[in-house]
């Protein structure tokens, strides 16, 4: 009788496992991706980048790269590429950072390395920050 009892309970473990499993992944499939105007806020808001609008003579940011653009390529991360720019002194546009921020959770945040073309986190730029 005691073996009876442990088996039903170790089923009813293992399924509602499983259905919390299948409700916690399909609630992220379901979530609202972040619009390119709130990555920008978020953005927006970084202390490096907010200085560096203060200082920058024509600043400008766009969008290079969308989480569709992400998903059509099989990526499994949907993220945003915002860039931000400014004019040098000859009137040309100059790419200041490139920064890339998930769509589905927008607390990962990472940066241009603009040496190797490479992504860093944003504490790893954080750290080292120079602006070249």
Not at 25 to 45: C, D, H, M
Not at 49 to 73: H, L, N, Q, Y
């Amino acid at each position: 009788m005691r073996r009876t009892y442990c088996l039903l309970a170790l089923i009813v473990l293992i399924v509602g496992c499983e259905k919390a499993v299948g409700r916690g992944s399909q609630g992220q499939a379901n979530k609202p991706l972040l619009t390119r105007q709130a990555a920008y806020e978020i953005l927006a808001k970084l202390p490096q980048v907010t200085s560096w609008m203060a200082s920058a003579k024509d600043p400008i940011w766009g969008s290079e790269r969308t989480p569709a653009d992400c998903r059509a390529a099989g990526e499994k991360r949907l993220t945003w590429t915002i860039i931000f720019e400014d004019n040098d002194q000859g009137g040309q546009r100059v790419v200041w950072r490139r920064f890339r921020i998930d769509a589905t959770n927008s607390a990962d945040i990472w940066v241009q390395d603009p040496l190797d073309d490479t992504y860093i986190t944003l504490r790893e730029w954080r750290q080292g920050y120079r602006d070249l």
